[in-house]
């Protein structure tokens, strides 16, 4: 299985980036997708996540209302739309791989892992 991560780069605060993943090794539309994040010197944090059909979907508080996330099942890939970006948005962002659960933001609920990708925003 292998998540490959891709998009990030520098930009200016309220600025936009579009993260994408494309997975191979497993089966897509069995997994529910998620982004988590990783900021300098902090733990890694959920951000978002999609549910296998790609009607429902979840995002943590910080990125509600600027952060969009979409799959294409048909191109088995995730993506993070990321808008109005913030200095405090600056991590590493990983795609995450996960059977449904009652407990989709708990790291240990996802299966596989991306290598991530570094977005940062400057002020």
């Known amino acids: 299985v292998q998540l490959q991560a891709s998009g990030g780069g520098l930009v200016q605060a309220g600025g936009s980036l579009r993260l994408s993943c494309a997975a191979s090794?497993?089966?897509?539309?069995?997994?529910?997708m998620g982004w988590f994040r990783q900021a300098p010197g902090k733990e890694r944090e959920f951000v978002a996540r999609?549910?296998?059909?790609?009607?429902?979907?979840y995002y943590a508080d910080s990125v509600k209302g600027r952060f969009t996330i979409s799959r294409d099942n048909a191109k088995n890939t995730v993506y993070l739309q990321m808008n109005s970006l913030k200095p405090e948005d600056t991590a590493v962002y990983y795609c995450?791989?996960?059977?449904?659960?009652?407990?989709?933001?708990?790291?240990?609920?996802?299966?596989?892992w991306g290598q991530g990708t570094l977005v940062t925003v400057s002020s």
């Open positions: 995450a791989a996960g059977r449904p659960s009652s407990e989709p933001l708990v790291e240990r609920k996802y299966e596989y």
């Open positions: 999609i549910w296998r059909s790609g009607r429902t979907t």
């Open positions: 090794g497993l089966t897509f539309i069995s997994y529910d």
